[in-house]
Antibody
């Protein structure tokens, strides 16, 4: 069974750095063809892709957030970590990690973690 | 503002056929396959159609996807109350070098 689960703080203060961890099981990020992406969704709004890391450590970032994001993977722990600097209230959202396939679809998603940004 | 354009809402009565459109450009839909995700309130999205017109196991054949040029469509025939959800289209964008999503369409079964 393939699962992904997000973890991290639920409340962050403006200007702080947000660190989110995606812990997955049922597949390996060292295998050809898979990637893990972070996608967020502000309350009542659309999905927004943030970053993606491939099995070969290739990394892609949303151009609009590229300067604030870092994505890394720890294959031995089956984890992908996303850090976002200089957090702002507009970053309040549910953050999802998802497994990506070669066709660029995301076939399995985590349950999501809600992050609120407030002083 | 989302890169892919979807109508914010769609509706139909039980048994009807409903289509949801998704419009992009040559760098995204025009060059790559389109996927559709279904999302119920408070839950994570779930892939419903992938690679333009393929259905994951468990998705009824009442759902179908198509793509032509820089647009794609999700069609739902024999509409049922349990189809009421948000639907998002997505694809890869070669200019942005990453996946892009539509703004989502809220489907209401009247």
């Amino acid at each position: 069974q393939i699962t992904l689960k997000e973890s991290g703080p639920t409340l962050v203060k403006p200007t702080q750095t947000l660190t989110l961890t995606c812990t997955f099981s049922g597949f390996s990020l060292s295998a050809d063809g898979f990637n893990v992406a972070w996608i967020r969704q502000p309350p009542g709004k659309a999905l927004e892709w943030l970053a993606l890391i491939s099995w070969d450590d290739d990394k892609h970032y949303s151009p609009s957030l590229k300067n604030r994001l870092t994505i890394t993977k720890d294959t031995s722990k089956s984890q992908v970590v996303l850090t976002m600097t200089n957090i702002d209230p507009v970053d309040t959202a549910t953050y999802y990690c998802a497994r990506g396939l070669d066709d660029d679809s995301f076939d399995v998603w985590g349950q999501g973690t809600m992050v609120a940004v407030s002083a | 503002q989302s890169v892919l354009t979807q109508p914010p809402s769609a509706s139909g009565t039980p048994g009807q056929r409903v289509t949801i459109s998704c419009s992009g450009n040559t760098s995204n839909i025009g060059s790559n396959t389109v996927h559709w995700y279904q999302q119920f309130p408070g839950t994570a999205p779930k892939v419903f159609i992938y690679s333009n017109n393929k259905r994951p196991s468990g998705v009824p054949d009442r759902f179908s996807g198509s793509k032509s040029g820089t647009s794609a469509s999700l069609a739902i025939s024999g509409l049922q109350s349990e189809d009421e959800a948000d639907y998002f289209c997505a694809t890869w964008d070669g200019n942005l070098n990453g996946p892009v999503f539509g703004g989502g369409t809220k489907l209401t079964v009247l």
